[in-house]
């Protein structure tokens, strides 16, 4: 069916099993909402997470939060919103067959989203640069504290660095089953005092110390691993938005929008808006929270 | 609802001149690998998922062999638990899930619609490559160090089991983006190209079917996709959401996997359910009964699916009151399938019964789902599932359902549509014989079960005392008598695609859409415009014994012309 060539008559931009430009439409449009709906269902998993652990824990995320950059998270929140108005203009100019402002605008798009990345890759340097990693990566250094008004000890610092190195790659780790870090396995037995029902709240006065002498909660490594997940997660579909514009881009170039067959643009639109959407709440979730 | 019929004006005239076939349209390898036509890729899937299913049979039929002695029989307990891992794996996420939808569904779905192709054709190609993939991801795991986790990857131990854990689940994603692909396709399918006269009520209920099954997989399925990328991001990383060591939880992995899985098997069941719903009214020659309730049962078992995956933890340390109320709402789901299953059973009252292969199905459907869905019940209740919890009463129930019903209705579904699909009859009278023995072998093999469970055999387990078996050698006998019965379905079929009978456009006597086009049909499924009516109404029809088939007797009645004023 595939080389079956449209009869005369039939609109050469409406696939031969359509039988109108709107019905095609229409279809293209449904089945992008339907893929949004994964999509949200996809985060949802991650949002899931989140709920069941700060609910449980709350101490881990007021603690943890403090490390992420609220500045930073605000720009980045403004770029976004900013390159969901372009790409609703790059709609409207495709609609109006306005190619050239629609190239423009394509670009701008792209380069917030860019930006965004940018932002993104320096924040995530020095959380690498401090160890605050994921679970089983999560090696604190002292200096992060600059930021949270404690200027920790340079011995502790030391010690820190220590088990921060004496830990294997985390992929030998995780396959090997032993644990990177304090020296615990990564065993099938849950360890009570660890386990996500049986912590003690630490408060934030405690000087109960942990191994890295720092002034946290038990766990606070997980605040970690959801921040990484969720913004990894939502970082891969900015790369992915940057992909499909650049699709949009070419078929510009191709001439594909000169009879204002505007269905493309407007579906990564709506993708790029979801991007957004999912980002505000992020923003909101892992940066704003007091 | 904006329906418009879909003309192809200057096409038809052209494709008249045309015979051939959608199998005889291209020929060579990649006019089958690159086509957009619904019907090769139905077909393609088809043959995917049939060899997936012999691939999972033969998995079984080793692990009964294994179980005919206690103690090590033919294999030692690590490759036994690789075994029923794989068994598992193979028949639920190559086989089972994509099975109706993917292979007879899209071969069946835009035809009923009186449709060119689905919505989106590139998608669905997009939807079998992706398949594709995934079964290679999956028998790569196999290769290098197949899984012993059992399907469910539960953590902790899958996140520290030393076999090829991420190769299988990164599989699964995969396949589960193709069953989100062709979900999302039927759902925008059936909203958009319905013809003229194909009110919501007026679709057949083999729609309705897949249209609830694409709901839980667009929902359900992305759930599970997040679910696995965590489990590799947990053996990768060791981000540690589900590890105990690092603060995680690992019932939460439950609840993730139980959120999926349990719509999932509603997935597997409710496109069988509209498979039986168009087979039991054309071979009892009678309207559908009850036929807004089969549509709107089906719409309520997508929805309850979602809200009683707790029932499969209630030894996982839920609270009570989540335990209860999980419990309440898996008695509910009880309710929408015996509304179908009434309303079966009074279509077939007084009907003029045909004993054709696919009604033998049908019927056998009947008794073992009903066997399926009844157990299920003893296993919703609280008590009685702490008893039977993790014994082969479950591994029955679930082989009741899951064979019993979907591979039962999928059997019916593939002897009903197979002229269709092929243009050829099959052998009557060995498809009967199949069907008894695999209604027979399949009995042995897990009534057996549920006696053994009752008795706390418990499941997956490589030993067992010696009291058991006898009913363990009588399983294991019953599954060869259900691969003979399989065997034999092998040769006649393959026999009829080269010695078996041309078949007439309409053999049953279906007032349904497909069979209003040629056995096999050509590529573009119709010559003429079609509207639709009535989908059961079968006094529509009558034999004609000149071309061994039925006709419309009125055959004006579904053209566009004559028909746009339902």
């Not at chain 2, 036509?37 to 294994?66: C, N, P, Q, W």
């Not at chain 2, 068994?87 to 939808?101: D, R, T």
């Not at chain 2, 929805?303 to 030894?315: A, E």
């Not at chain 2, 696919?358 to 009844?374: E, K, R, T």
Request: aromatic fraction near 14%; proline fraction near 4%.
């Amino acid at each position: 069916m595939s080389d079956q060539h449209h009869p005369s008559g039939h609109d050469p931009a409406v696939a031969h099993h359509f039988e109108s430009a709107d019905q095609q439409y229409q279809s293209a449009k449904l089945g992008m909402w339907v893929f949004l709906a994964t999509e949200i269902l996809l985060f949802g998993g991650l949002f899931v997470a989140y709920s069941v652990y700060r609910s449980n824990h709350p101490e881990i995320f007021i603690f943890g939060h403090r490390f992420l950059d609220k500045n930073l998270g605000a720009l980045n929140t403004v770029v976004l919103i900013w390159s969901s108005f372009t790409i609703a203009w790059a709609v409207r100019a495709a609609q109006l067959k306005q190619i050239r402002l629609l190239k423009w605008l394509l670009v701008a798009t792209m380069v917030f989203a860019f930006v965004f990345l940018g932002v993104k890759v320096g924040e995530y340097s020095s959380k690498w640069k401090h160890g605050l990693l994921w679970a089983s990566r999560y090696a604190p250094h002292a200096e992060e504290h600059v930021g949270v008004d404690h200027n920790a000890a340079a011995t502790s610092n030391e010690a820190s660095r220590e088990v921060g190195s004496s830990g294997k790659p985390a992929v030998v780790a995780a396959s090997a089953g032993s644990a990177p870090e304090s020296g615990s396995s990564r065993s099938t037995i849950p360890l009570a005092p660890e386990g996500p029902a049986g912590l003690a709240v630490e408060g934030e006065g405690s000087a109960v110390g942990h191994e890295t002498s720092l002034l946290e909660p038990a766990n606070a490594r997980i605040f970690f691993s959801i921040y990484f997940l969720m913004t990894g997660l939502h970082g891969i579909h900015v790369l992915g938005g940057i992909g499909a514009m650049l699709w949009l881009l070419l078929c510009a170039f191709r001439g594909d929008f000169d009879g204002g067959h505007f269905t493309r643009v407007d579906m990564v639109a709506l993708y790029w808006h979801v991007v957004d959407v999912i980002w505000i709440y992020l923003f909101l979730l892992l940066y704003l929270i007091h | 609802m904006e329906t418009d019929t879909l003309t192809v004006a200057g096409a038809v005239g052209v494709d008249r001149v045309d015979r051939g076939s959608y199998l005889t349209a291209g020929g060579g390898v990649r006019s089958w690998l690159f086509t957009l036509d619904h019907k090769r890729i139905g077909v393609m899937y088809l043959a995917a998922i049939l060899t997936s299913f012999f691939l999972g049979g033969i998995f079984a039929l080793l692990i009964r062999t294994e179980l005919l002695t206690p103690g090590q029989t033919i294999m030692t307990a690590d490759t036994y638990n690789k075994m029923f891992t794989l068994h598992g794996a193979v028949m639920i996420f190559l086989f089972i899930i994509p099975g109706i939808p993917a292979a007879l569904g899209n071969f069946v779905l835009p035809l009923m619609l009186g449709a060119k192709d689905v919505a989106l054709p590139r998608l669905n190609l997009t939807s079998f490559w992706f398949w594709m993939v995934g079964a290679i991801f999956a028998l790569v795991s196999i290769i290098v160090g197949a899984v012993d986790t059992g399907w469910t990857f539960y953590t902790p131990y899958s996140t520290t089991t030393g076999t090829a854990v991420i190769s299988m689940t990164l599989g699964v994603f995969i396949l589960g983006f193709s069953s989100i692909f062709t979900g999302l396709n039927f759902i925008v399918t059936i909203h958009k190209m319905r013809p003229e006269g194909m009110t919501w009520f007026k679709m057949p209920l083999f729609l309705w079917g897949l249209y609830a099954t694409a709901i839980i997989q667009v929902l359900a399925t992305p759930v599970l996709g997040i679910t696995l990328l965590l489990l590799v991001a947990e053996r990768t990383l060791g981000v540690g959401i589900f590890d105990p060591s690092l603060g995680g939880d690992p019932v939460l992995y439950q609840h993730f996997f139980w959120f999926y899985s349990h719509p999932a098997v509603y997935i597997m069941i409710l496109p069988a359910m509209g498979i039986i719903s168009e087979l039991v009214s054309v071979f009892s020659g009678k309207h559908i009964f009850g036929y807004r309730f089969i549509a709107y049962s089906s719409i309520a078992i997508a929805l309850l699916s979602f809200l009683v995956w707790g029932h499969h933890m209630f030894t996982s340390g839920q609270s009570g009151i989540t335990n209860m109320i999980f419990s309440a709402l898996t008695f509910s789901v009880a309710i929408p399938s015996a509304v179908k299953v009434f309303n079966w059973l009074a279509t077939m009252y007084k009907g003029s019964i045909r004993l054709a292969a696919p009604m033998l199905y049908v019927l056998s459907f009947l008794f073992l789902f009903a066997i399926g869905g009844l157990t299920g019940l003893f296993l919703g209740a609280l008590a009685t599932d702490v008893h039977l919890h993790d014994t082969y009463f479950v591994v029955a129930h679930f082989h009741y359902v899951m064979f019993g019903g979907t591979v039962i209705a999928f059997l019916g579904g593939l002897h009903y549509w197979w002229p269709k699909m092929f243009g050829r009859m099959y052998s009557e009278r060995w498809a009967q014989l199949s069907a008894l023995l695999i209604f027979v072998g399949f009995n042995l093999t897990f009534f057996t079960q549920f006696v053994m469970g009752s008795h706390g055999m418990p499941r997956r387990y490589y030993n067992y005392l010696e009291q058991f078996t006898r009913l363990h050698q009588a399983s294991t006998i019953g599954s060869y008598v259900l691969g003979l019965g399989f065997f034999i379905m092998a040769g006649y079929l393959i026999h009829s695609l080269f010695r078996g009978r041309p078949a007439p456009a309409n053999p049953w006597g279906s007032a349904t859409l497909e069979w209003e086009t040629t056995s096999p049909p050509p590529s573009h499924n119709f010559d003429r415009e079609l509207s639709a009516g009535d989908p059961y109404d079968l006094d529509s029809l009558r034999y004609d014994p000149n071309i061994g088939g039925w006709v419309r007797k009125n055959p004006q009645s579904i053209l566009l012309a004559q028909g746009g004023t339902t």
